[in-house]
């Protein structure tokens, strides 16, 4: 990794040095949304169907999505930014901790549409004595503040890619019951960023690991499995801490398992929980589609996916797209 | 290894769609990164195509265009006997939608979905439809 900055250089648009910035920058800002878009006041009859235990754990699980998206925003991503390699990454990352900012502002949107006063205050006093959310910031804060760069992508995308998943199950759990839709509709917003957010940290993890020497890789991989585990052993706490009252902790540790292969993936390794630890229940999984026509049964492998089409001939018109 | 079609595939420099492929066959053939040469690219021998999805939702770039280029041209597309999708399902409905586009202008089934770099699950399963597909061609 080469600097040259010794001369300041406006950035220029017009000569991109790695073609995944600009794509993943046009992502980005086609996909920019605010929480005012959202309707969330027409989840508030639906949260007075919630009993109370529901309504604080929702609270809880929101206050827990912030801290990370607080985190992100204001040190996690940013302390990508000295080792960025190219000043179109710098952008990209401008855009990633604004965008964490807007997902940390929108519970707060989701809290003042259907909460008291005293019930938000409740829930950020919550998080601030969670011992295992605590925890969860301490680790990755501590790899944040190191002076390892290809750790800090690794933390990074563990943080997008894993960590979020003990709390996103939760809205889409109250989705796949015609619950808080409106808020469901938000979180899949976000969602929707932080897999962007993964597969671009994970690619730029994976050009500095690609230039590593043999040794530096094998301590990067084993760093990024202990780390994995380390968060989540935190991670299965934090979880039955919260979900083991409406019984949803089983099928949680399920999401944990599945998302934390996709974040290994993320990074270019190999997943690490075996299949049948991973089959989330397929109400959840559809219901990170809203519209969701069940036309693929991607876990079960029954294979509904593979029909033989009607064949029809295709003319040079239709290739126009 | 089994006899099976030809894979041809694209995949970005984020490599990912590569990964996945190395794993079902080494001598998968790749579309090139660059447009103009994916435009000139041929394979005239009976494959299935390994696509990833680009985008969320809210573009017009789902297929990658890399893609679009060798499909514009006949005696490519005619060779394609079936589709493999990677994607992501934090895209929801969006999931794997360019194997859904292609497989539908092309009249041939989506063979699987994958996400990411796929699992050993998903490898051994597309083996398997690989060789059935293969066994049951006309």
């Avoid at chain 1, 530096?216 to 760093?223: A, D, G, K």
């Avoid at chain 2, 573009?59 to 890399?66: A, G, I, L, M, Y």
């Avoid at chain 2, 050993?120 to 083996?127: I, L, N, R, T, Y």
């Amino acid at each position: 990794m080469e600097k040259t900055k010794l001369i300041s250089r406006p950035i220029n648009w017009n000569k991109i040095e790695d073609s995944v910035d600009l794509d993943v920058w046009n992502r980005l800002t086609q996909n920019f949304w605010l929480p005012e878009k959202v309707p969330l006041s027409n989840d508030v009859q639906s949260w007075g169907t919630l009993r109370p235990h529901e309504q604080k754990l929702t609270m809880h699980v929101f206050t827990g999505l912030t801290m990370l998206d607080t985190i992100q925003g204001t040190i996690g991503a940013m302390s990508l930014m000295p080792d960025a390699r190219t000043q179109h990454e710098e952008a990209v990352i401008t855009n990633i901790a604004f965008m964490e900012s807007v997902h940390a502002k929108s519970y707060s949107s989701v809290f003042s549409t259907l909460c008291s006063t005293n019930d938000i205050e409740e829930a950020f006093r919550w998080s601030e004595d969670n011992p295992y959310l605590q925890k969860k910031a301490e680790i990755i804060l501590g790899y944040y503040n190191g002076d390892d760069p290809l750790k800090r992508k690794v933390a990074s995308t563990l943080l997008e890619s894993f960590l979020f998943y003990s709390g996103f199950y939760l809205p889409m759990y109250w989705s796949s019951r015609a619950k808080l839709t409106n808020t469901a509709d938000l979180i899949r917003l976000i969602i929707r960023d932080e897999a962007i957010h993964g597969y671009y940290i994970g690619y730029k993890f994976q050009l500095g690991f690609n230039e590593a020497s043999k040794e530096r890789q094998e301590e990067l991989r084993s760093y990024t499995y202990d780390l994995l585990l380390e968060l989540y052993e935190n991670e299965i706490k934090y979880t039955a801490d919260l979900y083991d009252e409406i019984g949803l902790t089983h099928d949680v540790k399920k999401f944990l398992h599945y998302n934390g292969n996709k974040a290994l993936m993320n990074l270019g390794f190999d997943p690490l929980f075996p299949k049948d630890e991973c089959d989330v229940s397929p109400a959840i999984l559809s219901s990170l589609s809203p519209s969701s026509d069940e036309n693929h049964d991607f876990f079960s492998g029954s294979g509904s996916s593979y029909v033989i089409g009607k064949h029809e001939s295709t003319t040079d018109d239709d290739w126009d797209f | 290894m089994c006899e099976m079609f030809d894979l041809v595939y694209f995949s970005s420099v984020s490599e990912n769609t590569k990964r996945f492929v190395d794993k079902l066959d080494p001598n998968a053939i790749r579309i090139p990164i660059k447009t103009e040469e994916a435009a000139e690219f041929v394979h005239n021998r009976d494959s299935v195509l390994v696509v990833p999805t680009y985008g969320g939702g809210n573009d017009t770039s789902t297929v990658p265009k890399q893609v679009i280029k060798f499909l514009n041209n006949p005696a490519n597309r005619q060779h394609i006997k079936a589709v493999i999708a990677g994607g992501n399902t934090n895209f929801g409905a969006h999931f794997c939608k360019a194997g859904d586009l292609v497989a539908e202008k092309l009249g041939v089934p989506v063979l699987y979905k994958f996400e990411i770099t796929g699992t050993p699950e998903d490898v051994s399963e597309v083996k398997e439809r690989l060789a059935k597909l293969w066994q049951t061609k006309s």
